[in-house]
C-alpha cells in the first residue's frame, strides 16, 4: 500500500497536490517539540479543506460535559487543549490577487515534505494564476527543539515569468476555532497585542482556566538574499494581528520572507512577564538568524537519531514507518515538565482533547525509558505521584478508599463520563503501578520508591482492597461491575486481567514495603506513618492476595476473559463478513456486547505485563485462544499480540500482527488520520520491534535478548538506553551484534546464554532459528 | 405527613399561598381531559416562581438528542410534548397596578382548591396592595371532558374598600419555553392569528413536525351578574395575541370575566379548517355559557365516579390519595384516539417528554380494563399494533429479527439513547405481548387476537427467538447482555425476569396459534401467510421453550435475579444509613450497580404477571429473599411487593409498601412533585388497593377475590368493570359485600368458594382472618 506518500528512508513525501486528503497530510506533516506543535497547515491563505491546528502544551479548557443521562460522579466538565493562535500565517498577494493552492488555475511539482532526519518541514511549488503568471514557492519551517519557546519559517516566492508588486501580511491570528467543541464555544480572550514595523504580538487568556499566553513574531525580508528595508502597516483585529508590506520583485528574483515566532505561556513565566519574555526568546532567534536557529535544531535531531534510531533494511515502508513513529514520540513528549504527559493524538489533532489515559504507563513508557535518559521516563511517573491527592478524592466520589487514578485527565481530575469506562475501566489503577515497578527494574532506581513510588503503591492498593467484595459463598474475593481493557465488554464481574493485575499490584505493594523496611528504614518509618499503614491492612491485603478468584476456562485450561465469557456463542473473526468489519462501525452497542469479540488486548495484555509469570505452554493456549476471537479495532492491540506471537514463536503471525499498525497513519488505514496521528499507539509499534521481534525483556533484573527477525528484512537494528549505557544491536539473518556505546561493563542474556557485554567490543551471537 | 394539602375526601386544598412550593401546587391542581392539559399556573400575572405548563395531546416535538458518546443505533432524536400556548391568561391592572401575588402587600385567606368529584380547580384570595387596597379574587376553572376541544374559565374581582379601574386583558401566549428543552430551542413557529373585539386566536406549527394547533378564545364580563359592553384593544405580538379592555368598578361590586377556549390540532382536522373549527368550537361554547358547559362536566365526572370510585373509611388520607390517583389517571387517558398514550407525567409536566413507557402496558392497563368499558383497553393495544413495522425496524437496526419495541416512544420510534436501557432493557417486548393476554383474558375479547394481537406475538416471539444465544457447553437457550426491569443491574446475564417473560411469550404465541387454527381458520390461514410462519419455526420456539435457562439460587430455592447475583455481597436495605438514601442521589452509578440492592421489582414482576404459575410458597421464598433488598427507587416497584404481600399473608407489609406510592405526589415524598405527577405509578396504587387488598384476579377465566381489610381502615369498596357487567365490592371488618349493579349472571370465587352472581342480588360473605 502506497497510497498516500512515497516510500523514502528518511522522508514523509507528499508528491502532486492532493486538497481532498489534505487534513491526512495536514496530520502527517505535524511538528512539535514537546512544548508546543502544529499540523501541517499553509502558511499562506489556504480556502480549501484544512484543520487548522496549533497547541501549546499544557494549556487546556474546560469544556462542558456533554451527556444524555446525567449519573452521579460523573466529571462537570471535559478538558481539552485547545486550538491556539496560528502563527504560521502570511498573507501573500501577487499583484492584489491572492495567493491560495485552492484558487490556482494549476499547481505545478507540488511537494510537501517532512524531514524526519533533520526535523523540518519543506514545502515547493509552482502556482500558476487564471493570466498565466507563474510563481515558485518554497517554504521551509522548524519548531526548535533546542529553544523550546521558536519556531522560523522561511518563505520564498520567486515569480518565473512576470515581474510585479507582492503584498506580503505576516500574521498572529487567535480568533480561531475548535470543530469539537462542545458547544461550539471558543476558549480564548484578548488581553493585550500590538504590532509595530516588522514586529507584533498577541496575548490570549483561555477563559475559565486562565492560561495565559503571548505570541511575538518579527519578520524580515530578502530579494536573491539581500535584505531589504520594508515599509509595513500594521492591522489590529480582535484577536488578529497584523503587518502588511508591498514590495516590487522582477522577473526570476526570489523574494524570501524569514518569520519568527515565540511562544510563551503562564505554565512558565508570571503573566506580568510573558511579553517581556516572548520579545527576549523572539530577539535572541532573530539575531541568531534562521540557519544558525536551524543547524542548532538539527543537531540535537542528530543526537536524538543516534540514541533511539531502529533501522531496517530490505523493507523502506517498514523503515519509514517506524522512524515516522519515532519522530513523532519524540516530537510530543520530552519530559521536561512533570506536568505534561502524552495526549493520545499529541499535538496533531483535537481529538481525545489532548488528555492523558492509561495508554502513557501502559504503552509509551518502556519506549521513553529505551531512547533517552531516565529522567525523562521519570517525569512521567512524577505526573502521576503529583495528582495523588486527585485520585484520592476520585475514590471518594465513588464512595472508595484510596485512589483510584482518572481515565482521562489533564491536571489529575477525571474528565470523562461515560459510566461503564470512568467508573468501571479501573484496571487503569494497576497500569499507574506496573509503571512504577517497569521503571524501577530498568532503571534500577530504587530510591524512586521512597521518594514517589510507594505513596502511589500504597493508595491504590488501598483502592484495590476496598474495591474488592468478598464473597462468603465461594471465600474468594472478587471484582464486580468492571470494564477490562476489552471494551467490548461493559459492567462485567472478574475481568481475569483486573483480578490478576489488582492483585499484583497488591503484591508488589508488599514486596516495596518489605523492601523499604529493610534497606531505607528512616523513609520506612516516615511513610507508614505519613500513611498509618498498619500491620492488618498488610494482612488484609494479603488475604485478598491469597483468596483472589480467577475465572478460568477449565476444559481448555484457559483464563477466562471474564465470568460467563464462556456463556457466549464462540465464533471466530475469520467467521464475519468483511462488510460488517469494524464491528464499531456496523454493528449496534449491545450486539457488540453480547459477542465474544474482543476489541484489544486483554487476557493478553495481562500475559504481557506479569510476562515473567506464565510459561510458554500457557502463553500459548492462551493465544491460540483469543487471537482468532480479537477484531484489533483499537490501535492499541496488535502490537500486544504480536509481542506475545513472537514470543510463542509465531513469527509470521508476529509480523502480520506489527504490520497492523506500523504504518496505520501513513497508510491511513483506519481512514481517521486527518483527526491526527495515532501517537500512543506508536509506541506500541516500536514495542513490537524491540520486544516482539528482538525479544528485548529485563528477566531477574538482566536485560535479555531473543531476538528473530521477519521474512522480508535482511537486517535490523536498534538503540536501547539502559542503566547509563547506550546499546546497539543489529540482527540480520545469520548473526546479532550487540555493541555497547558506551557504559559500564554489563551482563546480558541472549536465547538463554549469558554474556558480559564491554563497551565497544561487539558480541557476535548466531541467530537461532 | 400531612405537609402540602389538607386532607379532604373529595378535595386537594392549599390553604395559604406557598410561593416556595408553587410547582408542587401547580402539579398538584393540573387538570387535563385526554385531550390536553394545563398544569395549576395562575390566570393573572405572576412574576414568581412557576412552571408554567400547557400541552396538546399527540403534538410532539423531535428534540436533537444529547449524548456524550454516540452508539451505533441511537435514535436521531429525542420525541417531547413541547409546552404550548398559554391560554390561561388574563392580566389583571387594578388602578395601573399589576395584579401579582409575587408582589403584594399581603396576600390573605389564599386557597387553591381542586375537586376531584366535579373536575374543577377553584382559586380565592384578598390581595392587598401597597396602598392598602384590598380585593377580592375567586377564579374556578375546568376542562371540558365533554367537549375535547373546551376549556372555561371565570374569573371574579371583587374591589372590597375602593373604587377603581379595572384593566382586563385576556391573552393567548404561545412564546413559551421548555425548560428541559437539550439545546434552548423554541419549538413552534406562528402561522396565523387574529384580535378583534372579545374574540382572538392563535395558530402555530411545531417546528419539523409541522402539528398545526389552533387556538380561539373569547370573553365577556359580568358587573354583578349583569353583561356589561366592553371596548377593547387588541394587541397582537410575536405568537402572542390579547385583547384589552378597562372598566370602572366600583366598591363591593364584582366583575367577572368569562373567558372561552378552544383548542384544535391538526391531529384531527386539516390545516385549512383549523380556524374554522376552533371557532365553531368556541362559539358553541360560550353560547352555552358557563354554568352549562360545566354542568355537563360535572355530571359526567359523576359517570365516572359511578363506575371507577374507591371508597375508604377510616383513613381520610387513603381516601383523598386514591380519589386523587384516580381522577389523575382519567385525566391523562380516555382510550378515544390510538395514537395516544399515557406519558409517565400526563399532562402535568415536561419530564419524560410525555412519552410512552412499558409502564403503560405493565402498570396501566389493569386500571383502564377494570374501569372503563374494554373498548378504551384496547385503544392501548391497538397503538402497539400499529406501531409494529416500527418495532421491526427496530430490531433490524440491532442486527435482530421480529419486533423490538421501543423503550421510550412518540410515534413508535425508539426516543432513548442511554445504551443499557434502549439495547437492552428489551424486557419491555414481553410487556407488549402480556398485555394482549391480559385484554383478551379479561375481556373474553378472543377475536383480538386474530385481529391484532397474534401478528405482534409472533414478531416480538421472533424477536426473542433471534435474542437467545445457545450455549452448546449447557445444553441451554441463554439471554446475555440485557437490563431487567431492576434498573440498578446493567448488562447482566440471564435475567430471570426476561428469561422467564421471554419464554412464556414464546408459549403464549404458540398457545394463540394452536388457538386460531381451531377455532378462527380463515384468519389461520391468511395471518400463517402474511406472516410466513413455518412449522419449522414453531418448533424452534418450543425449544427455546423447553431448554431456557433459568438462574436460580440452589440453597435457598429462590429464583436468582441474574447470573452472578449472590456474587455480590449480600446486605438488607435496613442496614443501609439513612443519609444514604436514595441511593440514586447518593452513590456513584458503579457503586449500585455492583450492590446487590434493587431499584424496583424485578424477579417479583415476574410473580406478579404469572401469578397462576407460582404456589404461594415460592412466592413467599422470594419476597422473603428480596423484598428486604429492595430499595424501590422506582415508583413503580411498591405497589407489585404490596400485591404480593397481601397474597402470601403479609398484610401488614401489604399496607406499609402501599403507603409509600399511595400519597407519594401529594405529600411529595420524592422531592420531585414539582416536575409533575407520577401519573403512570398512580395506576399501580390503583392495582394495590383492588389486587392487592382485595385480591382481585382471574383465575381459570373466573374473577376471583381474596379480600383483607387493613387494619387502620373500617371499610373500603371498589367498583370493577367486568365483561360488560359492574361490580360493586365492599368490605369492612367482618364482611365481603359483592354486588352486580348491571349486567348478565357471573360465576365468582371468593376464597376458593364458588358463587353465581346476579344482578342486584348481592352476596354476603364473611371476612377471612
New interface residues.
Given amino acids: 500500500m502506497n497510497k498516500y506518500v512515497k516510500h523514502h528512508e528518511w522522508e514523509i513525501i507528499e508528491e502532486g497536490f492532493h486538497p481532498n486528503d489534505n487534513r491526512v497530510y495536514e496530520s502527517l506533516m505535524s511538528l512539535g517539540n514537546g512544548s508546543m506543535g502544529i499540523r501541517g497547515n499553509f502558511e499562506e491563505d489556504y480556502s480549501g479543506d484544512s484543520l487548522q491546528g496549533s497547541y501549546v502544551a499544557g494549556v487546556y479548557y474546560p469544556d462542558k460535559?456533554?451527556?444524555?443521562?446525567w449519573?452521579?460522579?460523573y466529571p462537570e466538565y471535559f478538558a481539552k487543549v485547545p486550538n491556539a493562535t496560528n502563527f504560521l500565517g502570511l498573507s501573500i498577494k501577487i499583484n492584489d490577487e491572492i495567493l491560495d493552492l485552492s484558487k490556482a488555475k494549476e499547481v505545478k511539482a507540488f511537494k510537501r515534505i517532512l524531514n524526519m532526519k533533520e526535523g523540518y518541514l519543506l514545502r515547493s511549488f509552482t502556482i500558476v494564476s487564471e493570466d498565466e503568471r507563474e510563481t515558485e514557492i518554497e517554504v521551509k519551517r522548524f519548531i526548535s527543539i533546542v529553544s523550546n519557546e521558536i519556531a522560523a519559517i522561511k518563505y520564498s516566492i520567486k515569480p518565473l515569468n512576470y515581474h510585479g508588486e507582492i503584498t506580503v501580511c505576516p500574521y498572529l491570528d487567535g480568533d480561531v476555532k475548535n470543530e469539537d467543541s462542545n458547544y461550539d464555544e471558543k476558549f480564548w480572550n484578548e488581553i493585550d497585542k500590538h504590532s509595530t514595523q516588522s514586529f507584533m504580538d498577541l496575548t490570549l487568556e483561555t477563559k475559565k482556566t486562565a492560561f495565559r499566553t503571548t505570541w511575538a513574531s518579527s519578520f524580515n525580508a530578502t530579494i536573491n538574499n539581500n535584505f531589504v528595508n520594508i515599509d509595513t502597516d500594521p492591522i489590529l483585529k480582535d484577536k488578529y494581528v497584523a503587518s502588511s508590506f508591498k514590495i516590487k520583485v522582477s522577473k526570476m528574483d526570489t523574494l524570501t520572507i524569514y518569520k519568527y515566532i515565540s511562544v510563551v505561556s503562564n505554565r512558565y513565566y508570571d503573566n506580568n512577564l510573558l511579553e517581556e519574555k516572548a520579545h527576549e526568546f523572539l530577539k535572541e532567534a532573530s539575531d541568531k538568524g534562521f540557519e544558525d536557529l536551524f543547524q542548532e535544531h538539527r543537531r540535537a535531531w542528530e543526537k536524538h537519531w543516534s540514541e533511539s534510531d531502529i533501522e531496517i533494511k530490505g523493507d523502506i515502508a517498514a523503515q519509514q514507518s517506524i522512524r515516522f513513529n519515532i519522530f513523532q514520540l519524540n516530537q510530543t513528549y520530552t519530559g521536561e515538565d512533570p506536568r505534561l504527559n502524552i495526549g493520545p493524538k499529541g499535538f496533531t489533532g483535537e481529538k481525545y482533547g489532548g488528555s492523558t489515559y492509561w495508554d502513557t504507563e501502559a504503552y509509551c513508557l518502556p519506549f521513553y525509558l529505551s531512547t533517552a535518559p531516565s529522567k525523562i521516563a521519570k517525569q512521567l511517573l512524577i505526573y502521576r505521584y503529583n495528582h495523588l491527592e486527585k485520585a484520592k478524592e476520585n475514590a471518594a466520589?465513588?464512595?472508595?478508599r484510596g485512589a483510584l487514578y482518572p481515565m482521562v485527565t489533564m491536571n489529575g481530575e477525571e474528565c470523562h463520563?461515560?459510566?461503564?469506562i470512568t467508573?468501571?475501566e479501573i484496571h487503569r489503577n494497576a497500569a499507574i503501578s506496573y509503571a512504577i515497578y517497569n521503571y524501577v527494574k530498568y532503571t534500577e532506581d530504587e530510591y524512586h520508591l521512597a521518594e514517589y513510588g510507594f505513596e502511589v503503591l500504597v493508595e491504590t492498593s488501598r483502592f484495590w482492597a476496598s474495591r474488592v467484595?468478598?464473597?462468603?459463598?465461594?471465600d474468594k474475593y472478587?471484582i464486580?461491575?468492571v470494564t477490562g481493557p476489552n471494551e467490548y465488554e461493559?459492567?462485567?464481574?472478574?475481568n481475569w486481567y483486573t483480578n490478576t493485575m489488582a492483585s499484583w499490584n497488591l503484591e508488589y505493594t508488599i514486596e516495596v514495603y518489605t523492601l523499604l523496611k529493610e534497606k531505607y528504614p528512616a523513609d520506612f518509618y516516615r511513610l507508614t506513618a505519613k500513611l498509618n499503614i498498619s500491620k492488618e491492612e498488610i494482612e488484609k491485603w494479603q488475604d485478598i492476595i491469597d483468596k483472589m478468584y480467577y475465572p478460568h476456562i477449565e476444559e481448555l485450561d484457559v483464563f477466562q476473559q471474564q465470568?460467563?465469557y464462556?456463556?457466549?456463542?464462540?465464533l471466530m473473526v475469520r467467521d464475519l463478513p468483511e462488510a460488517e468489519l469494524p464491528l464499531?462501525?456496523?454493528?449496534?452497542?449491545?450486539?457488540i456486547?453480547?459477542s465474544c469479540f474482543i476489541k484489544q488486548a486483554d487476557v493478553l495484555q495481562g500475559l504481557f505485563f506479569l510476562n515473567h509469570r506464565f510459561d510458554l505452554a500457557t502463553k500459548k493456549r492462551n493465544f491460540d485462544f483469543y487471537e482468532p476471537r480479537t477484531v484489533h479495532e483499537s490501535s492499541l492491540s496488535p502490537c500486544i499480540y504480536s509481542i506475545i506471537a513472537g514470543e510463542i514463536g509465531y513469527h509470521e503471525k508476529a509480523y502480520e500482527l506489527y504490520l497492523r499498525t506500523a504504518r496505520l497513519d501513513l497508510d491511513n488505514y483506519n481512514n481517521d488520520t486527518e483527526d491526527g496521528l495515532h501517537i500512543t499507539s506508536m509506541a506500541g509499534t516500536w514495542m513490537s520491534i524491540v520486544y516482539g521481534f528482538g525479544g528485548f525483556r529485563i528477566k531477574d533484573s538482566k536485560l535479555t535478548l531473543s531476538p528473530f527477525i521477519p521474512k522480508t528484512w535482511s537486517s535490523y537494528s536498534f538503540k536501547i538506553m539502559f542503566r547509563k549505557r547506550l546499546l546497539s544491536i543489529s540482527i540480520d539473518k545469520e548473526n546479532i551484534r550487540v555493541n555497547m556505546e558506551y557504559g559500564e561493563e554489563l551482563p546480558i542474556e541472549v536465547y538463554d546464554a549469558y554474556y558480559d557485554l564491554k563497551v565497544n567490543s561487539p558480541l557476535n551471537i548466531i541467530m537461532k532459528r
Fill in positions: 460535559t456533554r451527556v444524555g443521562w449519573k452521579n460522579g466520589k465513588l464512595g472508595l463520563n461515560e459510566w461503564e467508573f468501571e467484595n468478598y464473597n462468603t459463598y465461594k472478587m464486580l461491575g461493559n459492567n462485567v464481574n472478574n465470568d460467563g464462556m456463556d457466549k456463542e464462540q464499531n462501525q456496523n454493528w449496534s452497542w449491545d450486539r456486547l453480547r
